[in-house]
Each structure stands twice: as C-alpha cells, then as structure tokens.
C-alpha cells in the first residue's frame, strides 16, 4: 500500500508561483512512474504532467507545457510540481497518482492507469 500526501496549494494571484509536493510512504517509491493531474469543478480529472521512475522522462499537457515543471527526488520520496505563470484557468484541486511499473522510462497519460492517489491539494488563481 503506497500513500500519498499533497502539500503547497493556496491562493495566488494570477502570474505568481506555487510548488507542489507530494509526499509518499513506503520504500517502492523508485519504482513507480508518478503524475499529476487537476480537476476543476464541474469538470472531469484531467492530466498535468507525468514524470518516470527514473526522472529520465517527463512529458505535459499542451496547456501547462513551458509553465510547469514535474521532478521527483527519490531519495526523499517526494514529487514536485512548480508552477510558474499562473493563469486563473489553472485553478482546480490538483492530485499525484503513483503507478507501479517494471519500466524505467515509461510515461503514463491516463487516470485509469495509476494505483494510488492523494486527497488532493487546492490551488486557486485569481486575477
């Protein structure tokens, strides 16, 4: 069982930077490709941004792609998501999802994919 804990939402205005962390238990972290994604209300979970087991590979969504930024430090057992340029259309509640993978460098795009989410971290951009 992996449990994940989002931190760093809050209220910002619109241009301004929030980073997202998202803290993991257990030691199988190294072997789970992890992704973000954000769900606005009224609207379905949608992808972020998705990083690799090993950190080699990251990809975005075109919406986010040049403003936001996902690494992991496996030492830690952290995940992170800083995010740069806020627009108020980036305000949802925004999740880390973990995915047990045999390989190194796979990417993976769909919420139906991941095993494990967080609650949840609210982000709320005003302008």
């Known amino acids: 069982q992996v449990q994940l804990v989002e931190s760093g939402g809050g209220l910002v205005q619109a241009g301004g930077s929030l980073r997202l962390s998202c803290a993991t238990s257990g030691r199988s972290f190294s072997t789970h490709a992890m992704g973000w994604f954000r769900q606005a209300p009224g609207r379905e979970r949608e992808f972020v941004a998705v990083?690799?087991?090993?950190?080699?590979?990251?990809d975005y969504a075109d919406s986010v792609r040049g403003r936001f930024t996902i690494s992991r430090d496996n030492a830690k057992l952290t995940l992170y998501l800083q995010m740069r340029s806020l627009k108020p259309e980036d305000t949802a509640v925004y999740y880390c999802?973990?995915?047990?993978?045999?390989?190194?460098?796979?990417?993976?795009?769909?919420?139906?994919?991941?095993?494990?989410w967080g609650q949840g971290t609210q982000v709320t951009v005003f302008s």
């Open positions: 990083i690799s087991r090993s950190g080699s590979n990251t």
């Open positions: 999802g973990s995915k047990a993978t045999p390989f190194v460098g796979s990417l993976y795009f769909e919420n139906t994919e991941y095993d494990y």
